[in-house]
């Protein structure tokens, strides 16, 4: 089982850093951070590179702590949470990711969700740190709260898409 939780950590950790490179530089096929910054742009969000900064920091930390097994509530906690934003995004689209659907950050989600829960294993940096074991109320707040995060986040910086403008004819008189 340790083998396992290593595995996945590794692999959804290393992913969720990756994809936070990606929009803050041109390192693993990015755009660096003007295209990291237009992406948020033009999927409707405010605060122009700072939420590049925000989203990217968020994803680089919380999957380089979860890869390495360290505070993993906390790690859980904020890839639920930036992926949560993901998942709302390509909500929209439907669930499939060959329409640009919610699967690949719903996948993600549920994996650090998983990991909160069941913890990091024996092969972590919490276990050779000895932080485990973690209180019982701790996972289940990690995962609520990085949703709770989440939707927060979309909330506050999305910006709805302009109402359609109505032109003279189309009024009823």
């Given at each position: ?33 003007a295209g990291g910054t237009e992406e948020f742009r033009h999927d409707g969000f405010r605060g122009g590179a700072l ?123």
């Amino acid at each position: 089982m340790d083998t396992g939780l290593l595995l996945l950590r590794l692999v959804a950790g290393l992913l969720i850093a990756g994809h936070g490179v990606q929009k803050v530089s041109f390192r693993l096929g990015g755009s660096g951070l003007a295209g990291g910054t237009e992406e948020f742009r033009h999927d409707g969000f405010r605060g122009g590179a700072l939420t590049a900064l925000a989203a990217g920091a968020g994803q680089i930390g919380s999957g380089l702590l979860l890869a390495a097994g360290a505070l993993t509530p906390l790690a859980a906690a904020g890839a639920i949470g930036v992926m949560t934003v993901a998942l709302t995004v390509k909500w929209h689209n439907g669930l499939w990711v060959q329409k640009d659907g919610y699967e690949y950050p719903l996948v993600l989600v549920v994996t650090a969700a998983v990991l909160a829960l069941t913890g990091p294993g024996r092969h972590s940096l919490d276990r050779a740190l000895e932080l485990l074991p973690w209180p019982p109320w701790l996972a289940p707040a990690a995962v609520a709260g990085g949703v709770l995060a989440g939707l927060a986040t979309r909330a506050l910086l999305h910006r709805p898409p302009p109402a359609p403008a109505s032109l003279e004819g189309d009024r009823p008189r």
